[in-house]
């Protein structure tokens, strides 16, 4: 079984930066996207950034410029610099990744969760 285990979350003044790592284990397999969604308390959540293993990446209108996604593709891992933070940066960081397995002629989509780590941006 697939598990992403995320970590680097805590409490920071605005302004500040935290690196989320998130470390996904359990599958030999090379995820075709891994990256970050947030859920800030009574929202939906929502796209942080996320790359593909073709070197894509997509960014958050809201986080383009503060926030910087890598990805060690050979590791399955993901990591997420976030500078110069926000009050409505703070929300659960939940790791993403998606596994595409073709099977003759079918394909399966897998997408897998982290547990989510906090982030809490106060003066």
Known sequence: QVQLVES??????????????CAASGSILIFNAMGWYRQ???????????????????????????FTISRDTAKNTV??????????DTAVYYCYARQLRLMGLSTKTDDYWGQGTQVTVSS
């Open 40 to 66: 800030a308390a009574g929202k939906e959540r929502e796209l942080v950034a996320v790359k593909g293993s073709g070197g894509s990446v997509n960014y958050a209108d809201s986080v383009k410029g503060r």
């Open 8 to 21: 680097g979350g805590g409490l920071v003044q605005p302004g500040g930066s935290l690196r989320l790592s």
């Open 79 to 88: 990591y997420l610099q976030m500078n110069n933070l926000k009050p409505e």
